[in-house]
């Protein structure tokens, strides 16, 4: 088993930036991608970005220029640097991390953009 803790998340001003968290802890062989989701009310949860374990990244088209994904593989630990912030980026944001096929999730943190 694989456990996710996320931090960092807050309110924060439209414009702003955020810097969110996530350590995985736990029986951790080899995490292959890991990554951030989140879910607006109402919504679906929807992908924001991902990191490979070599480092290879991909972001949905709302997070590309204003977000970074980074990843520490000796530290098992995935951040995500928001800046720019806007109010629809207000959402539960949930950490992911996929080992051996099998897919953990972090808790959810909560972000709130304020106009």
């Known amino acids: 088993q694989v456990q996710l803790v996320e931090s960092g998340g807050g309110l924060v001003q439209a414009g702003g930036s955020l810097r969110l968290s996530c350590a995985a802890s736990g029986t951790i062989f080899s995490i292959n991608n890991m990554g951030w989701y989140r879910q607006a009310p109402g919504k679906q949860r929807e992908l924001v970005a991902t990191i490979t374990s070599t480092g290879r990244t991909n972001y949905a088209d709302s997070a590309k220029g204003r977000f970074t994904i980074s990843r520490d593989n000796a530290k098992n630990t995935v951040h995500l640097q928001m800046n720019s912030l806007k109010p629809e980026d207000t959402a539960v944001y949930y950490c992911?991390?996929?080992?051996?096929?099998?897919?953990?999730w972090g808790q959810g943190t909560q972000v709130t953009v304020s106009s």
């Open positions: 992911y991390a996929i080992q051996i096929g099998l897919t953990y």
